[in-house]
T-cell receptor, first 113, second 109 residues
Framework: KAGVTQTPRYLIKTRGQQVTLSCSPI?????VSWYQQTPGQGLQFLFE???????NKGNFPGRFSGRQFSNSRSEMNVSTLELGDSALYLC????????????FGDGTRLSIL | GENVEQHPSTLSVQEGDSAVIKCTYS??????FPWYKQELGKRPQLIID?????GEKKDQRIAVTLNKTAKHFSLHITETQPEDSAVYFC????????FGTGTRLLVSP
């Protein structure tokens, strides 16, 4: 069974631009969560989607948004990029929100110049 | 909201020794506690997890204990090997995972 797939793996943007990251969960998994990982702040929860609905949201500004499609694939979008948005963005999937074991993808490393 | 503290931040042991990493959480309603291992440049991998209705769980050289009264849980690795070297993260969850700050474990041959 294929794991969680995130694209692209690397991305370089400049301040003020926007970016869209993609996550395909493990087949059969319907819950997708997004995390930001930085050396200073560690792993921080962004949001969780299940059945195309956002179930939970972390403490990030409204520039960070996401969505989930009917096939459970998810995208997250960051608008008006800031230098501080440079990070590894990780996606994790689980069967559903009550089946907690989450399995991570390799992440998208976003660098803002 | 939930807050998870993890100690120590770095841990150096000799091959064959045991390693213990401790975490405390603030929200008594948290009911799920996973541990992840992240090697350099790789994804976090789930190595063991425990639910609030269980006090201890073992998987070969790895064990996790949970003390709900004290709101702390620990990861125990016995007979450590160099390939155990990585950053380990604990997490606590009621509705969403809140991670600790990580422990860098170095196992020297």
């Amino acid at each position: 069974k294929a794991g969680v797939t995130q694209t692209p793996r690397y991305l370089i943007k400049t301040r003020g631009q926007q970016v869209t990251l993609s996550c395909s969960p493990i087949s059969g998994h319907r819950s997708v969560s997004w995390y930001q990982q930085t050396p200073g702040q560690g792993l921080q929860f962004l949001f969780e989607y299940f059945s195309e609905t956002q179930r939970n949201k972390g403490n990030f500004p409204g520039r960070f948004s996401g969505r989930q499609f009917s096939n459970s694939r998810s995208e997250m979008n960051v608008s008006t990029l800031e230098l501080g948005d440079s990070a590894l963005y990780l996606c994790a999937s689980s069967l559903d929100p009550t089946d907690q074991p989450q399995h991570f993808g390799d992440g998208t490393r976003l660098s803002i110049l | 909201g939930e807050n998870v503290e993890q100690h120590p931040s770095t841990l150096s042991v000799q091959e064959g020794d045991s390693a213990v990493i401790k975490c405390t959480y603030s929200d008594s309603a948290s009911n799920y506690f996973p541990w992840y291992k992240q090697e350099l440049g790789k994804r976090p991998q789930l190595i063991i997890d425990i639910r609030s209705n269980v006090g201890e769980k073992k998987d070969q050289r790895i064990a996790v204990t949970l003390n709900k009264t004290a709101k702390h849980f620990s990861l125990h690795i016995t007979e450590t090997q160099p390939e155990d070297s990585a950053v380990y993260f604990c997490a606590a969850s009621k509705a969403k995972l809140v991670f600790g700050t990580g422990t860098r474990l170095l196992v020297s041959p």
